[in-house]
């Protein structure tokens, strides 16, 4: 008999064999218990489908933005089961009772229909945007001050902690750009994975945007690639640089469990998800 229950630590390595089960080769540094480790030991909370000692399906939280839902699995062997819509409709029981409310960025057309079920709704889409790079002479680092504006905004946790994923940080008085070299859709691709400005400080950001350019040019990059939704500040910047919209974009679902919901702008950029 299937159980559906919350799970715990001990579940790790049955997770981890259920990853690379789903995603045999997707983000495959998300195999290594070292990145578990970083994205739930502290604070992440998985809920999961039970069979004897096998994990067959799987939703993980992290304490992000409002408990982000993750890495949403079932294994091909047990779909069309419905064990997913069971493991978030016991998610939702569950979380209700402590958080106000939860975000999830829906990817997998697959996985949309059981968390509309379970009551997550969609408020928003991100879009992937690209612009080609071309090679050139590299400009220099700028140099990120402990002290400085882009200090105080990032994310130590998301940006310095990660055992595998590494970022390079460019940042001057007024601005900051967080950059990882990865493998978009097959193309070598520098990742834009969180940029900001002070207010009316645009032309510092430009700034910093042209040296990512140039530097990833000059190491081979093709293109350089951002997520970004349409009420992120920057998002004006970004058309200015260059970018243009990609066929990719995705949703972004906020469950209020039933809570009134006072909602403003949406900007998120890829440091919001789990994604690079």
């Avoid at 928003?124 to 612009?131: N, T």
């Amino acid at each position: 008999m299937i159980e559906i229950r919350e799970g715990t630590r001990g579940d790790r390595d049955a997770i981890l064999a259920l990853r690379a089960r789903c995603f045999p080769d997707d983000d495959r540094e998300k195999q290594d218990p070292r990145f578990w480790e970083w994205e739930f030991g502290s604070g992440g909370r998985f809920f999961v489908a039970v069979d004897d000692t096998r994990v067959v399906a799987h939703l993980g939280f992290v304490p992000q933005l409002r408990m982000l839902a993750v890495d949403a699995m079932t294994d091909p062997d047990y779909r069309r089961q419905h064990l997913f819509s069971r493991v978030v409709a016991l998610a939702r029981d569950t979380l209700r009772q402590s958080v106000e409310s939860s975000c999830a960025f829906q990817i997998r057309e697959a996985v949309l229909p059981a968390m509309v079920r379970g009551g997550w709704r969609a408020v928003a889409r991100a879009y992937v945007m690209v612009r080609p790079l071309f090679r050139s002479a590299a400009a220099p680092a700028a140099a990120l001050e402990s002290g400085g504006y882009a200090a105080a905004l990032l994310d130590r946790w998301r940006f310095f902690e990660n055992p595998l994923w590494k970022y390079d940080v460019h940042a001057n008085d007024d601005a900051y750009v967080v950059t990882r070299r990865t493998v978009l859709r097959g193309l070598d691709s520098v990742a834009i994975v969180d940029l900001g400005c002070q207010h009316k400080k645009e032309r510092a950001l430009r700034a910093l945007l042209r040296e990512v350019f140039a530097r990833g040019g000059a190491e081979g990059a093709a293109v350089a690639a951002v997520l970004i939704t349409l009420g992120h500040p920057a998002l004006p910047t970004i058309v200015r640089s260059g970018f243009l919209p990609s066929p990719h974009r995705f949703r972004y679902l906020v469950n209020d469990f039933g809570r009134p919901a006072r909602r403003g702008r949406v900007a998120l950029t890829w440091a919001d998800t789990d994604h690079l």
